[in-house]
């Protein structure tokens, strides 16, 4: 994988980052949203949602080529997935639903209410773009890391938030190691201002031989 976050946010005028009426963060989202209008993906797949305050602006994006979004999440509440998922309702979903109507990208998201490794385990298609920021736990994104990444076609984006964040440590661990043990070269990007807690995207390309 490679990366070059360059100029990208300089080389194209899209819509505002964030729908204020939707709760939630979508850190260095200009950035996301160049890297997405650059390779125009159609298959894309976002682990972790919440609200949708990521989905939505990606989903307002892809729709313009008649790429779709899939979103997985347990919808329950918490930025780790709960230890008996099938206990805990998920009851913020019908909330991110009607946030996507409400933004007008109903047609163009698909969400699936599970947690992110019950959904890779029958997921078949190629991925165009996949975008990690579910269960911030060090296990939870390196499992993540090993279930979905397989799926990402050659040439696709394979990205995560929260890299470096002081909350979460465990994110940046999981991204190190999947980084060292593929051989791989992924960028890390910091907004600027930089954003609270030391947040940075990193992200990548999948070559032919990752």
């Not at 347990?74 to 780790?80: K, N, P, Q, R």
């Not at 991110?96 to 990208?105: D, F, H, K, Q, T």
Request: net charge negative.
């Amino acid at each position: 994988m490679s990366g070059d976050g360059n100029g990208l946010m300089s080389n194209v005028i899209l819509a505002p980052v964030v729908d204020a009426r939707t709760p939630g963060w979508f850190h260095h989202g200009a950035q996301i949203l160049a890297l997405v209008d650059q390779h125009r993906p159609r298959v894309c797949v976002e682990l972790g949602t919440w609200l949708g305050a990521s989905a939505i602006p990606v989903a307002r994006l892809i729709r313009r080529w008649g790429g779709t979004l899939t979103c997985v999440d347990t919808w329950a509440g918490d930025v780790h997935e709960p230890s008996q998922p099938a206990a805990t309702p998920p009851w913020m979903l019908l909330s991110c639903a009607r946030n996507m109507i409400e933004a007008g990208v109903g047609a163009t998201v698909r969400l699936i209410p599970a947690t992110t490794r019950e959904v890779a385990q029958s997921w078949t298609d190629p991925i165009d773009y996949l975008y990690i920021d579910a269960d911030h736990a060090y296990e939870s994104v390196a499992a993540d890391l090993r279930a979905w990444a397989p799926f990402v076609k050659p040439g696709g984006l394979i990205l995560g938030d929260d890299y470096g964040n002081d909350l979460y440590p465990g994110v940046k661990t999981a991204w190190d190691e999947f980084e060292q043990t593929h051989g791989l070269n992924l960028t890390r990007f910091q907004s600027s201002p930089p954003a609270p807690h030391g947040v940075q995207l990193i992200f990548g390309t999948v070559g032919a031989q990752a």
